[in-house]
Protein backbone atom coordinates (compact mmCIF):
# COMPACT_ATOMS: atom_id res chain seq x y z
CA UNK A 1 0.00 0.00 0.00
CA UNK A 2 1.24 3.38 -1.07
CA UNK A 3 0.61 6.99 0.62
CA UNK A 4 -1.74 9.41 -0.59
CA UNK A 5 -1.50 12.01 2.13
CA UNK A 6 1.41 14.05 4.25
CA UNK A 7 0.38 15.97 6.98
CA UNK A 8 2.35 18.74 8.86
CA UNK A 9 1.45 19.67 11.88
CA UNK A 10 1.62 23.32 13.68
CA UNK A 11 -0.03 26.46 14.46
CA UNK A 12 -1.89 28.82 12.28
CA UNK A 13 -1.24 32.56 11.75
CA UNK A 14 1.83 34.86 11.74
CA UNK A 15 2.56 34.50 15.90
CA UNK A 16 3.63 31.03 15.45
CA UNK A 17 5.62 31.11 12.21
CA UNK A 18 8.82 29.86 12.17
CA UNK A 19 8.88 28.33 15.33
CA UNK A 20 9.97 25.20 16.62
CA UNK A 21 6.50 23.59 17.37
CA UNK A 22 5.96 24.39 13.41
CA UNK A 23 8.72 21.81 12.14
CA UNK A 24 5.84 20.17 10.39
CA UNK A 25 4.23 22.97 8.54
CA UNK A 26 7.67 24.25 7.05
CA UNK A 27 8.29 20.86 5.70
CA UNK A 28 5.45 21.01 3.89
CA UNK A 29 5.85 24.03 2.56
CA UNK A 30 9.80 22.67 1.58
CA UNK A 31 8.18 20.07 -0.22
CA UNK A 32 5.23 21.15 -1.81
CA UNK A 33 7.72 23.55 -3.13
CA UNK A 34 10.28 21.72 -4.34
CA UNK A 35 7.93 19.54 -6.26
CA UNK A 36 6.02 22.41 -7.70
CA UNK A 37 2.69 21.34 -6.05
CA UNK A 38 -0.97 23.02 -7.17
CA UNK A 39 -2.18 25.90 -5.68
CA UNK A 40 -2.96 25.62 -1.75
CA UNK A 41 -7.03 26.04 -0.88
CA UNK A 42 -8.17 26.73 2.08
CA UNK A 43 -10.65 25.98 3.89
CA UNK A 44 -11.72 26.82 7.19
CA UNK A 45 -9.71 24.29 9.57
CA UNK A 46 -7.04 23.38 6.86
CA UNK A 47 -5.15 24.02 4.01
CA UNK A 48 -4.07 21.60 1.00
CA UNK A 49 -2.79 21.32 -2.24
CA UNK A 50 -1.96 18.64 -4.51
CA UNK A 51 1.41 17.32 -5.66
CA UNK A 52 2.35 14.92 -7.68
CA UNK A 53 5.91 13.34 -7.50
CA UNK A 54 7.20 10.45 -9.70
CA UNK A 55 3.60 9.91 -11.02
CA UNK A 56 2.77 9.22 -7.37
CA UNK A 57 -0.72 11.66 -6.59
CA UNK A 58 -0.45 13.07 -3.06
CA UNK A 59 -2.20 15.69 -0.42
CA UNK A 60 0.04 18.14 1.58
CA UNK A 61 -1.71 19.00 4.28
CA UNK A 62 -1.83 21.52 7.33
CA UNK A 63 -4.45 21.29 9.63
CA UNK A 64 -5.56 25.34 11.16
CA UNK A 65 -7.06 24.19 14.01
CA UNK A 66 -4.25 24.70 16.36
CA UNK A 67 -2.19 21.56 17.19
CA UNK A 68 -4.26 20.24 19.75
CA UNK A 69 -7.19 20.04 17.85
CA UNK A 70 -5.45 18.66 14.79
CA UNK A 71 -7.27 15.17 14.41
CA UNK A 72 -10.48 16.77 13.85
CA UNK A 73 -9.40 18.11 10.23
CA UNK A 74 -7.24 15.26 9.38
CA UNK A 75 -10.03 12.52 10.39
CA UNK A 76 -12.25 14.21 8.03
CA UNK A 77 -9.76 14.21 4.97
CA UNK A 78 -9.46 10.61 5.24
CA UNK A 79 -13.04 10.28 5.28
CA UNK A 80 -13.87 12.14 2.22
CA UNK A 81 -10.72 11.05 0.68
CA UNK A 82 -11.21 7.38 1.65
CA UNK A 83 -7.53 7.11 2.63
CA UNK A 84 -6.89 4.71 5.04
CA UNK A 85 -4.71 5.79 8.18
CA UNK A 86 -1.29 3.28 7.02
CA UNK A 87 -1.77 5.49 4.07
CA UNK A 88 -0.74 8.86 5.69
CA UNK A 89 2.73 10.46 7.17
CA UNK A 90 2.39 12.72 9.28
CA UNK A 91 5.92 15.18 10.59
CA UNK A 92 5.96 16.72 13.90
CA UNK A 93 8.17 17.94 16.34
CA UNK A 94 10.11 16.41 18.87
CA UNK A 95 11.25 17.42 22.11
CA UNK A 96 13.06 14.06 22.72
CA UNK A 97 15.59 14.41 19.88
CA UNK A 98 18.40 17.03 19.78
CA UNK A 99 17.53 19.75 16.92
CA UNK A 100 19.09 18.23 14.02
CA UNK A 101 18.35 14.53 14.27
CA UNK A 102 15.29 13.05 12.82
CA UNK A 103 13.53 10.02 13.23
CA UNK A 104 10.71 7.10 11.55
CA UNK A 105 8.07 5.64 13.43
CA UNK A 106 5.40 3.67 11.78
CA UNK A 107 3.09 3.29 15.04
CA UNK A 108 3.07 3.54 18.71
CA UNK A 109 2.68 6.22 21.34
CA UNK A 110 3.12 10.07 21.30
CA UNK A 111 5.80 10.48 24.06
CA UNK A 112 3.08 13.65 25.26
CA UNK A 113 2.67 15.57 21.74
CA UNK A 114 -1.16 16.80 21.68
CA UNK A 115 -0.98 16.92 17.81
CA UNK A 116 -0.33 13.55 17.50
CA UNK A 117 -2.66 12.58 20.70
CA UNK A 118 -5.47 14.54 18.47
CA UNK A 119 -4.88 12.68 15.69
CA UNK A 120 -5.33 9.12 17.58
CA UNK A 121 -8.02 9.68 19.40
CA UNK A 122 -10.31 11.08 15.77
CA UNK A 123 -9.41 8.56 13.84
CA UNK A 124 -9.02 5.61 16.48
CA UNK A 125 -5.95 4.05 15.81
CA UNK A 126 -2.10 4.85 15.74
CA UNK A 127 -1.22 2.28 12.39
CA UNK A 128 0.52 6.16 10.84
CA UNK A 129 3.36 6.69 9.63
CA UNK A 130 5.88 9.73 11.42
CA UNK A 131 8.80 11.71 10.60
CA UNK A 132 10.12 13.22 14.39
CA UNK A 133 12.09 16.14 13.58
CA UNK A 134 13.94 17.19 16.92
CA UNK A 135 13.98 20.35 18.23
CA UNK A 136 16.35 19.52 21.90
CA UNK A 137 14.77 20.32 24.97
CA UNK A 138 14.67 23.30 26.74
CA UNK A 139 16.88 24.44 29.73
CA UNK A 140 15.15 23.30 33.41
CA UNK A 141 14.16 26.97 33.79
CA UNK A 142 12.23 27.13 30.68
CA UNK A 143 8.75 25.52 30.70
CA UNK A 144 8.28 23.37 27.53
CA UNK A 145 5.06 25.26 26.16
CA UNK A 146 7.08 28.34 25.75
CA UNK A 147 10.50 26.99 24.27
CA UNK A 148 8.38 24.75 21.16
CA UNK A 149 6.25 28.29 20.60
CA UNK A 150 9.91 30.22 20.50
CA UNK A 151 11.82 30.51 17.23
CA UNK A 152 14.85 28.40 17.22
CA UNK A 153 17.92 30.23 18.34
CA UNK A 154 20.44 26.94 16.96
CA UNK A 155 18.81 27.88 13.84
CA UNK A 156 21.72 25.95 11.63
CA UNK A 157 20.94 22.68 13.65
CA UNK A 158 16.86 23.09 12.94
CA UNK A 159 17.45 23.50 9.06
CA UNK A 160 19.96 20.50 9.23
CA UNK A 161 17.07 18.71 10.45
CA UNK A 162 14.15 19.99 8.00
CA UNK A 163 16.76 19.30 5.50
CA UNK A 164 17.40 15.89 7.05
CA UNK A 165 13.36 15.24 7.43
CA UNK A 166 11.88 16.62 3.80
CA UNK A 167 15.33 13.41 2.09
CA UNK A 168 14.04 10.95 4.79
CA UNK A 169 10.20 12.21 3.46
CA UNK A 170 11.26 11.09 0.07
CA UNK A 171 12.87 8.02 1.02
CA UNK A 172 9.40 6.83 2.37
CA UNK A 173 7.42 7.64 -0.30
CA UNK A 174 9.91 5.89 -3.02
CA UNK A 175 11.46 2.92 -0.87
CA UNK A 176 9.24 2.58 2.26
CA UNK A 177 9.47 3.20 5.81
CA UNK A 178 11.62 0.65 6.53
CA UNK A 179 14.57 1.65 4.29
CA UNK A 180 13.97 5.15 5.69
CA UNK A 181 14.40 4.06 9.10
CA UNK A 182 17.12 2.23 8.35
CA UNK A 183 18.87 5.04 6.52
CA UNK A 184 18.05 8.01 9.21
CA UNK A 185 17.12 6.74 12.69
CA UNK A 186 21.23 6.79 13.52
CA UNK A 187 21.81 9.51 10.97
CA UNK A 188 22.81 13.59 11.89
CA UNK A 189 23.31 15.31 8.55
CA UNK A 190 24.96 19.30 8.65
CA UNK A 191 23.23 21.02 5.68
CA UNK A 192 25.10 22.32 3.02
CA UNK A 193 25.24 26.24 2.70
CA UNK A 194 23.54 27.03 -0.32
CA UNK A 195 20.24 24.44 1.39
CA UNK A 196 20.42 26.56 4.49
CA UNK A 197 20.15 29.53 2.75
CA UNK A 198 17.32 28.42 0.96
CA UNK A 199 15.76 26.87 3.32
CA UNK A 200 16.35 29.92 5.57
CA UNK A 201 14.18 31.60 3.18
CA UNK A 202 11.26 29.13 3.10
CA UNK A 203 10.76 29.66 6.96
CA UNK A 204 10.69 33.68 6.56
CA UNK A 205 7.69 32.89 4.14
Not at 84 to 112: F, N, Q, W, Y
Not at 138 to 155: F, H, I, M, N, W
Amino acid sequence: MGYRIIVGLGNPGKLYESTRHNAGFILCDMFSQKHHADEWITRPDYTSCNIRVKGQSLVVMKPLSYMNRSGFPVARVLREKSICPEEMIVIHDDLDLDSGRVKIKIDGGTAGHLGLQSIIDCIDTDKFTRIRVGIGHPEDDVESRTYVLSKPVDAVDFLAGLQTAESALETILFEGAIAAMNRYNQRRIKPKDDETSESTETMKR
